[in-house]
């Protein structure tokens, strides 16, 4: 099976980065992007049977 579909089955997949720093200041949250995955030509296509 290849990468695509194991990351991305049904089209809807997201990639979540945190950046948690060792050095945070008293009330610093982490910062969390998330971004929905894509290929080199555009959104991962779903391999979703449509029913």
């Not at 579909?5 to 050095?23: K, S």
């Not at 998330?34 to 290929?39: A, D, H, M």
């Amino acid at each position: 099976m290849p990468l695509t579909e194991l990351l991305n089955h049904t089209g809807h997949g997201r990639c979540v980065i945190t950046f948690d720093p060792a050095d945070k200041k008293p009330g610093q949250q982490p910062y969390q992007g998330i971004v929905p995955l894509s290929g080199e030509h555009g959104p991962l296509a779903s391999n979703e049977n449509p029913d």
